[in-house]
């Protein structure tokens, strides 16, 4: 039995040096949890892996979640992180004022100096295709983690199929990879068939 390798995205998630988890909040996940709870313990666990893969090989952590004045925020107060995926003291968390991450004129800014990031969390089909869409403007790399990702139901159609179409969508902008992929694709390799000389 053989499989087929995506060479392209393989190598467009080796130069994602950065991760980006949109909305791991506690009110986005009991949304959720009501289309697909199946399916998000599936996300929820392929985050948590990218996260704890992430912090084990030194790649920055940016969390985003929108601000207190976008009108998702329920009376000025922030819904809790979702416990274990909630960032550390070493990351990063940007607050949006649009779908995109972009929207945060520091996110922006340190994108900039990246300019190569994956992405996954909540929302994929409003924020992540919003982001790799800014991305793709700006010149800046992609990964789309499509089991790191979830998407909300819509009133003609179950989650399961907003997510499809989501990553298709993200596909014309950004490569899609699983988050075993980009595990391996990201995962520090000794330097092998080399002679050094002094």
Same mark, same amino acid.
């Given at each position: 039995?053989?499989?087929? #390798?995506?060479? &392209?995205?393989?190598?467009?998630?080796?130069?994602?040096?950065?991760?980006?988890? /949109?909305?791991?909040?506690?009110?986005?996940?009991?949304?959720?949890?009501?289309?697909?709870?199946?399916?998000?313990?599936?996300?929820?666990?392929?985050?948590?892996?990218?996260?704890?893969?992430?912090?084990?090989?030194?790649?920055?952590?940016?969390? %985003?979640?929108?601000?207190?004045?976008? +009108?998702?925020?329920?009376?000025?107060?922030?819904?809790?992180?979702?416990?274990?995926?909630?960032?550390?003291?070493?990351?990063?968390?940007?607050?949006?004022?649009?779908?995109?991450?972009?929207?945060?004129?520091?996110?922006?800014?340190?994108?900039?100096?990246?300019?190569?990031?994956? #992405?996954? +969390?909540?929302? $994929?089909?409003? #924020?992540?295709? *919003? =982001?790799? #869409?800014?991305?793709?403007?700006?010149?800046?790399?992609? %990964?789309?983690?499509?089991? $790191?990702?979830?998407?909300?139901?819509?009133?003609?159609?179950? $989650?399961? %199929?907003?997510? +499809? /179409?989501? %990553?298709?969508?993200?596909?014309?902008?950004?490569?899609? *990879?699983?988050?075993?992929?980009?595990?391996? *694709? =990201?995962?520090? &390799?000794? /330097? &092998?068939?080399?002679?050094?000389?002094?």
């Amino acid at each position: 039995m053989s499989s087929v #390798i995506n060479l &392209r995205s393989y190598v467009g998630a080796s130069t994602s040096r950065l991760l980006v988890m /949109v909305d791991l909040q506690t009110r986005g996940c009991d949304e959720l949890a009501q289309d697909n709870p199946q399916d998000l313990a599936r996300v929820l666990d392929n985050c948590s892996a990218a996260i704890r893969h992430a912090r084990a090989n030194g790649i920055p952590i940016a969390f %985003t979640r929108p601000c207190k004045t976008l +009108g998702l925020v329920e009376r000025g107060v922030q819904s809790p992180w979702l416990q274990g995926l909630e960032p550390k003291r070493a990351d990063m968390v940007f607050e949006r004022q649009h779908p995109s991450c972009y929207g945060n004129s520091l996110f922006s800014d340190v994108v900039s100096r990246i300019e190569s990031f994956a #992405i996954g +969390g909540l929302g $994929a089909e409003e #924020i992540c295709l *919003a =982001t790799a #869409i800014d991305a793709a403007h700006r010149g800046h790399h992609v %990964t789309f983690l499509s089991d $790191a990702s979830a998407s909300r139901q819509r009133p003609h159609a179950d $989650a399961c %199929t907003v997510h +499809g /179409v989501a %990553t298709s969508a993200v596909e014309l902008f950004a490569d899609v *990879a699983t988050t075993s992929r980009w595990l391996v *694709a =990201t995962a520090p &390799r000794p /330097v &092998r068939g080399h002679v050094w000389m002094s």
